[in-house]
């Protein structure tokens, strides 16, 4: 998380000068594999935004000089516990550093593993593969959020369903958590209207994954948005559009454009800042400020931070440098959504996949725990995943509902940024197997700690992050709160959490 110190009193937001804010970050679009000169890996990722931290250093220093700043970016911090994942093993905590990112959205290149070996075999498949191995896997599943690739085309050069079955396969059986088609890359460019590439989209929609569309021109910006109209206009589509969430990567190169936020006024559509730099920058957030006022929530929630490494390197400093300056024309708030908060909605729900069986939800519960049960919990966790049997998947907070996105705190008064670490899903696996399970960790006030163990699907699963106003079913809810086992210490709890997982 990135920590900033305000530089003089803003009044009209009840902020001192001197306080200190956390901001966390979420990386939108990067790319891992191998693709001719370009290469990444996970160890790849943390050193490039270590990297970016010492470029924010540097720019940070002319900004004061020139009065452009309203906050100063003072530190970086990792959160807690994806840190303590990394400092489980040594050759892990090699890896712990470049926390100026919190999570990363990672999804294949047009790499060397993408071209099947023949029209009956996906594209992308191996490539899927790996993307699931880094991001499913301690500790880099506490970091990354891995999205899958398929290539539309793929119907009309194979099997008609062909694209659709890849993409069932990395969501359901890889865990993967979103989407990223290239029209440009996988030569669909004039057919982003076509069926195949429709049914691509509808099947993402139907899955509940936002799509990341790689946009060079508000051309094809326009055409993604006749796309999304058209089907919003099909009854035949009413399932997908209501989990139909498109993302234009690097906001179509067109932040001068008013047809971009004509075409960002839908409510499916979002734009991603990769590749904007210099006078792009105040001009994508001025027009946006002015141009996606809703009655919903603020104009700052249709926009995503995102990198583009290995392609780009540190422009993105300045971008985040540009929401902390006077010329930003929102609020810290609306910083925080770009920077993160709006890529974790769209994400929305905790890691799963098809291969665990259900099982009912129990609660464990501790009241007035002495010491800190939480701390508890997670060093037993720890233990399990260094040995052979267990992994974790992932490592997700809960946050606001959409809409929702609460007024930043200064550290003094707690720090709250709108992701609830004292509220979180732990999703654990064993290697090799199917048994698949969620420890949803609640730490509340008057030292009540509560653990409950889940399964990852059907009716009595999490199928939502936002907190306080759930969408989780009557059923789910009574079968949380109906029996839980009363625990009257830290070691009794995680005990009582081991047996329900043994």
């Known amino acids: 998380m990135l920590v900033v110190r305000a530089l003089e009193n803003i009044p009209e937001k009840g902020i001192a000068k001197g306080e200190e804010f956390r901001l966390y970050i979420v990386d939108a679009h990067h790319h891992m594999g191998r693709e001719k000169n370009h290469q990444n890996t996970p160890s790849g990722a943390y050193e490039f935004y270590a990297l970016l931290w010492f470029e924010m250093q540097r720019m940070t220093e002319k900004m004061k000089n020139q009065d452009a700043l309203l906050f100063e970016p003072i530190g970086i911090i990792a959160p807690e516990l994806p840190e303590r994942i990394f400092k489980t093993k040594e050759k892990w905590s090699r890896m712990n550093h470049g926390w100026l990112v919190d999570r990363t959205v990672v999804f294949p290149y047009t790499?060397?593993?993408?071209?099947?070996?023949?029209?009956?075999?996906?594209?992308?498949?191996?490539?899927?593969?790996?993307?699931?191995?880094?991001?499913?896997?301690?500790?880099?599943?506490?970091?990354?959020?891995?999205?899958?690739?398929?290539?539309?085309?793929?119907?009309?050069?194979?099997?008609?369903?062909?694209?659709?079955?890849?993409?069932?396969?990395?969501?359901?059986?890889?865990?993967?958590?979103?989407?990223?088609?290239?029209?440009?890359?996988?030569?669909?460019?004039?057919?982003?209207?076509?069926?195949?590439?429709?049914?691509?989209?509808?099947?993402?929609?139907?899955?509940?994954?936002?799509?990341?569309?790689?946009?060079?021109?508000?051309?094809?910006?326009?055409?993604?948005?006749?796309?999304?109209?058209?089907?919003?206009?099909?009854?035949?589509?009413?399932?997908?559009?209501?989990?139909?969430?498109?993302?234009?990567?690097?906001?179509?190169?067109?932040?001068?454009?008013?047809?971009?936020?004509?075409?960002?006024?839908?409510?499916?559509?979002?734009?991603?800042?990769?590749?904007?730099?210099?006078?792009?920058?105040?001009?994508?957030?001025?027009?946006?400020?002015?141009?996606?006022?809703?009655?919903?929530?603020?104009?700052?929630?249709?926009?995503?931070?995102?990198?583009?490494?290995?392609?780009?390197?540190?422009?993105?400093?300045?971008?985040?440098?540009?929401?902390?300056?006077?010329?930003?024309?929102g609020s810290l708030e609306d910083a925080q959504r770009i920077l993160g908060g709006n890529a974790l909605t769209l994400v929305n729900r905790p890691f799963g996949t098809i291969k665990s069986a259900e099982r009912p939800p129990q609660a464990v519960v501790c009241l007035g725990c002495e010491g800190d049960a939480v701390v508890t919990l997670e060093d037993t966790i720890m233990k399990l995943i260094s040995g052979e049997g267990w992994d974790i998947t992932s490592v997700d907070y809960m946050i606001p509902p959409k809409?929702?996105?609460?007024?930043?705190?200064?550290?003094?008064?707690?720090?709250?940024?709108?992701?609830?670490?004292?509220?979180?899903?732990?999703?654990?696996?064993?290697?090799?197997?199917?048994?698949?399970?969620?420890?949803?960790?609640k730490k509340g006030p008057g030292n009540i700690t509560s653990c409950t163990v889940l399964g990852t699907k059907g009716e009595d699963a999490l199928d939502s992050?936002?907190?306080?106003?759930?969408?989780?079913?009557?059923?789910?809810?009574?079968?949380?709160?109906?029996?839980?086992?009363?625990?009257?210490?830290?070691?009794?709890?995680?005990?009582?959490?081991?047996?329900?997982?043994?």
């Open 111 to 329: 790499d060397d593993y993408s071209k099947s070996k023949s029209t009956e075999e996906p594209s992308f498949q191996v490539s899927n593969d790996k993307i699931a191995a880094w991001t499913t896997r301690a500790p880099h599943s506490s970091r990354l959020i891995g999205f899958a690739r398929v290539d539309p085309k793929d119907a009309i050069n194979g099997s008609p369903d062909l694209p659709m079955r890849e993409l069932d396969r990395a969501i359901g059986e890889l865990g993967l958590r979103g989407l990223k088609l290239h029209p440009l890359a996988q030569l669909f460019l004039d057919d982003i209207e076509a069926d195949y590439t429709r049914n691509v989209v509808a099947r993402a929609g139907e899955l509940g994954i936002p799509v990341i569309l790689d946009t060079r021109n508000i051309r094809t910006a326009e055409r993604i948005r006749n796309l999304v109209v058209s089907m919003r206009q099909d009854e035949k589509y009413k399932k997908a559009m209501r989990g139909l969430s498109v993302i234009l990567a690097h906001c179509a190169m067109s932040p001068g454009s008013t047809k971009l936020y004509d075409i960002l006024r839908d409510p499916a559509i979002y734009g991603e800042t990769s590749t904007l730099h210099d006078k792009d920058v105040p001009v994508l957030f001025k027009m946006s400020s002015d141009r996606l006022k809703s009655h919903l929530g603020s104009w700052s929630e249709n926009l995503l931070f995102g990198t583009d490494f290995t392609f780009l390197s540190v422009q993105a400093a300045e971008l985040i440098l540009h929401l902390l300056s006077r010329e930003f024309p």
């Open 465 to 502: 992050l936002e907190f306080g106003t759930q969408k989780i079913n009557a059923t789910f809810t009574k079968a949380i709160n109906s029996n839980p086992i009363k625990s009257n210490s830290a070691m009794d709890l995680t005990r009582e959490v081991l047996k329900l997982l043994a």
């Open 403 to 441: 809409h929702t996105w609460p007024r930043m705190e200064s550290m003094s008064a707690g720090g709250h940024n709108g992701i609830y670490f004292d509220s979180y899903v732990i999703s654990l696996g064993i290697r090799g197997g199917i048994t698949e399970v969620h420890l949803w960790v």
